[in-house]
């Protein structure tokens, strides 16, 4: 069994957003809940958590960006950018938190006191721009870390792999010209889905050139198409690119059950391909991997699809 | 839009009497199809393109002889001699769909952009009109693009709008195709929301008819 540590605080619940927003605090108490009753609790190692120093922040964000998202809470704006945006005065605080906790699990994974992680956070990050907040997402808790990685721990090779069912744009843009960290996501085809970036051909610019990569697919489709473009496109990347650390946008809402998208995939589809994803951690980045959730909505299924993802984590589920 | 606002300043050009072979050399450099000529004070006075010099170029199924004995004709072939004199151009006040509709009449992929003393001012391509149409569209904000089709008649595009709105979501971009299907119309708006099931469902309820594209998909997708 690995040691896996577990990110989750109950501040990450106060960042509400509002009557019939699908982002919403109920998605992390179905989740916790979950994996307290399947007895996984015990066997995982809690992280600390505490508010990101701002200058981590401004590893990625703009100094700018950061002072409206302040501001917008402090001044109980209601919303950031657009209405897909709705934000509290809490929302600040919570989303630094998140952040906090996130950087604070790099430093266990670094120091070899847990081998990977669950990060349970919200808001989730993986749309958000250096300058903006799109698509429920204000910091980008995975570019940030990915940062970390690289400014504190010395890590030459970061690979993100998103499997959230939406492009993650902001992540995408943030490394688009960087060698060192190569991001690859499976999501529904751009011309479908929200946000209407992530194409096929979009591959990195400058040094980054050929450390994008993006696999889409059709609305419609599941396990199948899944299975065929992770095993076409992600295995032979990494194969070469050879991660030392790797980090996951863990979204859920290609599920089949999640109506935020087309995509069909399944309860077992999803645990596929995060065995898939530890197995080339475990080959490449001696198990350093670290899950840090996005999306996914469907407050029905989460439970089984996280209690799986965090037994996969565990080692205790093999296909 | 005025062409100004769109088009390429930074034009390279050349002059009439320049060697094709030397105007050739530019083109492939730069990755460019079309090089304005122009005399003293940047007087317009043709355009030369890819084509015209690979027209006059020497065939590839030529002998080595007959190859070589072409290239010293060809090094004295000048840019005067195969350029179009006296193209077509545009104005910078005229607009980009003057531009668009100008390409499809002439089937040309671009046009000296002039000012009235015949001075060259520019270059209006496809290039230009793809980049103003991809910001038109608002493709580079984070969005999706939902099609509905309705019947061609007043206050369709305010049920649209109103019934969106009603979600407290923001448009980036909104087109209308006029031939759908006889007494339709398609309308496009590119939503600024991750939720897009959402919208779906409540432009379903109040009964619009969603364009599905998946049908076009599916129907193509070889039976079992």
């Given at each position: 069994m690995k040691r896996t540590g577990l990110l989750y605080d109950e501040r990450f619940l106060l960042h509400k957003t509002g009557e019939g927003h699908p982002e919403m605090p109920e998605r992390l108490t179905v989740i916790m809940?979950?994996?307290?009753?399947?007895?996984?609790?015990?066997?995982?190692?809690?992280?600390?958590?505490?508010?990101?120093?701002?200058?981590?922040?401004?590893?990625?964000?703009?100094?700018?960006?950061?002072?409206?998202?302040?501001?917008?809470?402090?001044?109980?704006?209601?919303?950031?950018?657009?209405?897909?945006?709705?934000?509290?005065?809490?929302?600040?605080?919570?989303?630094?938190?998140?952040?906090?906790?996130?950087?604070?699990?790099?430093?266990?994974?670094?120091?070899?006191?847990?081998?990977?992680?669950?990060?349970?956070?919200?808001?989730?990050?993986?749309?958000?721009?250096?300058?903006?907040?799109?698509?429920?997402?204000?910091?980008?808790?995975?570019?940030?870390?990915?940062?970390?990685?690289?400014?504190?721990?010395?890590?030459?090779?970061?690979?993100?792999?998103?499997?959230?069912?939406?492009?993650?744009?902001?992540?995408?843009?943030?490394?688009?010209?960087?060698?060192?960290?190569?991001?690859?996501?499976?999501?529904?085809?751009?011309?479908?889905?929200?946000?209407?970036?992530?194409?096929?051909?979009?591959?990195?610019?400058?040094?980054?050139?050929?450390?994008?990569?993006?696999?889409?697919?059709?609305?419609?489709?599941?396990?199948?198409?899944?299975?065929?473009?992770?095993?076409?496109?992600?295995?032979?990347?990494?194969?070469?690119?050879?991660?030392?650390?790797?980090?996951v946008s863990a979204g859920f809402d290609a599920h089949a059950a999640d109506d935020m998208s087309d995509i069909n995939l399944s309860t077992e589809g999803f645990s596929w391909m995060m065995e898939t994803i530890c197995r080339m951690a475990d080959k490449y980045a001696g198990g350093r991997l670290i899950s840090i959730l996005e999306g996914g909505y469907a407050l029905d299924v989460l439970p089984e699809l996280l209690k799986n993802h965090v037994e996969i984590l565990l080692g205790l589920k093999e296909l | 839009m005025f062409i100004d606002q769109s088009m390429t300043r930074d034009v390279i050009t050349v002059g009439p009497e320049m060697s094709i072979i030397a105007a050739r050399e530019i083109m492939v450099k730069n990755g460019i199809r079309h090089l304005p000529v122009v005399a003293e004070d940047d007087i317009l006075v043709g355009i030369v393109t890819d084509r015209d010099i690979r027209t006059a170029m020497p065939s590839t199924v030529l002998s080595e002889a007959e190859n070589a004995a072409a290239a010293e004709r060809l090094a004295g072939i000048k840019v005067k001699d195969v350029m179009t004199a006296r193209p077509v151009t545009v104005s910078p006040t005229q607009t980009l769909e003057d531009a668009l509709l100008m390409m499809e009449m002439y089937k040309v992929g671009a046009f000296p952009v002039v000012d009235q003393q015949g001075r060259l001012r520019g270059i209006i391509s496809v290039r230009d009109l793809m980049r103003a149409f991809v910001n038109v569209l608002g493709l580079r904000t984070p969005g999706v693009l939902v099609g509905i089709v309705v019947e061609d008649k007043l206050g369709q595009m305010k049920k649209i709008v109103d019934a969106i709105s009603e979600l407290g979501v923001s448009f980036g971009s909104i087109l209308v195709a006029r031939v759908w299907e006889e007494g339709k119309r398609a309308v496009f708006p590119y939503l600024l929301t991750t939720n897009i099931a959402r919208v779906r469902k409540h432009l379903r309820d109040k009964g619009f008819t969603l364009l599905d594209p998946m049908e076009w998909y599916l129907d193509q997708v070889p039976k079992k």
């Amino acid at each position: 069994m690995k040691r896996t540590g577990l990110l989750y605080d109950e501040r990450f619940l106060l960042h509400k957003t509002g009557e019939g927003h699908p982002e919403m605090p109920e998605r992390l108490t179905v989740i916790m809940r979950a994996i307290e009753e399947a007895g996984l609790f015990s066997k995982l190692v809690p992280v600390p958590v505490t508010a990101a120093k701002i200058k981590w922040i401004e590893k990625v964000h703009a100094p700018k960006y950061i002072h409206r998202f302040e501001e917008a809470c402090m001044l109980d704006l209601g919303e950031l950018g657009d209405p897909d945006n709705q934000i509290c005065p809490q929302s600040y605080d919570t989303a630094l938190l998140a952040v906090g906790g996130i950087l604070n699990t790099v430093d266990m994974l670094m120091e070899g006191k847990i081998d990977n992680a669950f990060c349970a956070v919200r808001p989730p990050g993986h749309h958000a721009e250096m300058m903006d907040a799109y698509g429920f997402c204000f910091f980008n808790n995975v570019a940030i870390a990915a940062r970390y990685l690289q400014l504190v721990w010395n890590v030459g090779r970061v690979g993100i792999v998103d499997f959230d069912v939406h492009h993650g744009n902001g992540t995408q843009h943030i490394f688009e010209q960087d060698a060192d960290v190569f991001y690859y996501s499976i999501h529904e085809h751009p011309s479908f889905a929200y946000p209407g970036t992530g194409r096929e051909f979009e591959k990195g610019s400058g040094p980054g050139f050929g450390m994008t990569l993006n696999s889409t697919v059709l609305p419609g489709q599941g396990d199948e198409e899944y299975m065929h473009k992770i095993t076409r496109d992600l295995l032979p990347a990494f194969d070469q690119f050879k991660p030392e650390v790797i980090l996951v946008s863990a979204g859920f809402d290609a599920h089949a059950a999640d109506d935020m998208s087309d995509i069909n995939l399944s309860t077992e589809g999803f645990s596929w391909m995060m065995e898939t994803i530890c197995r080339m951690a475990d080959k490449y980045a001696g198990g350093r991997l670290i899950s840090i959730l996005e999306g996914g909505y469907a407050l029905d299924v989460l439970p089984e699809l996280l209690k799986n993802h965090v037994e996969i984590l565990l080692g205790l589920k093999e296909l | 839009m005025f062409i100004d606002q769109s088009m390429t300043r930074d034009v390279i050009t050349v002059g009439p009497e320049m060697s094709i072979i030397a105007a050739r050399e530019i083109m492939v450099k730069n990755g460019i199809r079309h090089l304005p000529v122009v005399a003293e004070d940047d007087i317009l006075v043709g355009i030369v393109t890819d084509r015209d010099i690979r027209t006059a170029m020497p065939s590839t199924v030529l002998s080595e002889a007959e190859n070589a004995a072409a290239a010293e004709r060809l090094a004295g072939i000048k840019v005067k001699d195969v350029m179009t004199a006296r193209p077509v151009t545009v104005s910078p006040t005229q607009t980009l769909e003057d531009a668009l509709l100008m390409m499809e009449m002439y089937k040309v992929g671009a046009f000296p952009v002039v000012d009235q003393q015949g001075r060259l001012r520019g270059i209006i391509s496809v290039r230009d009109l793809m980049r103003a149409f991809v910001n038109v569209l608002g493709l580079r904000t984070p969005g999706v693009l939902v099609g509905i089709v309705v019947e061609d008649k007043l206050g369709q595009m305010k049920k649209i709008v109103d019934a969106i709105s009603e979600l407290g979501v923001s448009f980036g971009s909104i087109l209308v195709a006029r031939v759908w299907e006889e007494g339709k119309r398609a309308v496009f708006p590119y939503l600024l929301t991750t939720n897009i099931a959402r919208v779906r469902k409540h432009l379903r309820d109040k009964g619009f008819t969603l364009l599905d594209p998946m049908e076009w998909y599916l129907d193509q997708v070889p039976k079992k």
